[in-house]
């Protein structure tokens, strides 16, 4: 690895990282973590393991510090105002913002549900109903008729299509996983950077996929397929001509 190619991975990295702090991570916090490891261990491959874990102790305490210093970055206010709002919720079970308390009612509102028909699930339809009764019955916020939408993967297909539905969804995304782990399998270090890609690709969207409804959202859901296929589509290419070489 030259120090050209060192010096591209952690710009493009930081530009990244700036890129998602100004535009808001619509629930991915965990993500920037993942990608400032994936871009230390990706720009110091040929330093030692401390020297590593040296480069991601700088680059999060110089993220942390232009968060906290840079007034006109929202990060701050949106952090405390999430956990101002569930420190409420926690406490009174009330909404009072748009980010964390909601989500926690939404969630609420879909276990309700899910839980009147735990196997199958209601659909789009029951789901509604069962909510506007939990609303009627005071169990959940009157807000949540006009939300419509719970911001979790894993919680809204439960309500929807119940614990058949969420094993489909585990299994498409472990399907993923062990997709590029096989080919990772093989040690070739063409191939060592797709499958990477590919492993991180369904994690990052799981975790994201806990703050909203990823396979519920067409755009989400056709650019998470794409990749998927693309990326094996590529690793199938590599395997194929290291067998043809050999």
């Not at 926690?104 to 909510?131: D, N, W």
């Not at 006009?146 to 614990?163: P, R, Y």
Request: hydrophobic share 50%.
């Amino acid at each position: 690895w030259s120090s050209d190619v060192c010096s591209s991975d952690l710009i493009g990295g930081i530009a990244g990282l700036l890129t998602s702090l100004l535009s808001g991570s619509k629930g991915g916090w965990l993500s920037l973590v993942m990608v400032i490891l994936l871009m230390a261990n990706s720009a110091g491959r040929s330093l030692s393991f401390i020297k590593r874990c040296l480069i991601v102790t700088v680059i999060l305490f110089l993220m942390t510090s232009l968060v906290a210093f840079v007034p006109k970055l929202p990060v701050v206010d949106r952090l405390v105002s999430a956990y101002e709002g569930t420190k409420v919720w926690i406490e009174t079970g009330k909404v009072t913002e748009g980010s964390a308390s909601i989500r926690l009612e939404a969630f609420k509102a879909g276990l309700i549900a899910g839980s009147h028909s735990p196997i199958f699930g209601l659909g789009r339809k029951g789901e509604l109903e069962v909510v506007r009764e939990a609303v009627e019955a005071g169990l959940v916020e009157e807000i949540m008729l006009e939300v419509n939408v719970i911001d979790n993967d894993f919680i809204s297909t439960f309500s929807k299509q119940g614990l058949i539905g969420l094993f489909g969804i585990f299994a498409a995304h472990l399907g993923v996983i062990l997709t590029f782990w096989r080919g990772r399998q093989l040690g070739l270090e063409s191939t060592k950077a797709l499958t990477t890609m590919g492993i991180l690709l369904t994690v990052l969207y799981v975790e994201f996929g806990l703050s909203i409804s990823i396979f519920g959202t067409a755009i989400f859901r056709t650019v998470y397929i794409s990749w998927a296929v693309l990326l094996a589509g590529l690793l199938i290419t590599q395997q194929r001509r290291y067998s043809y070489s050999e």
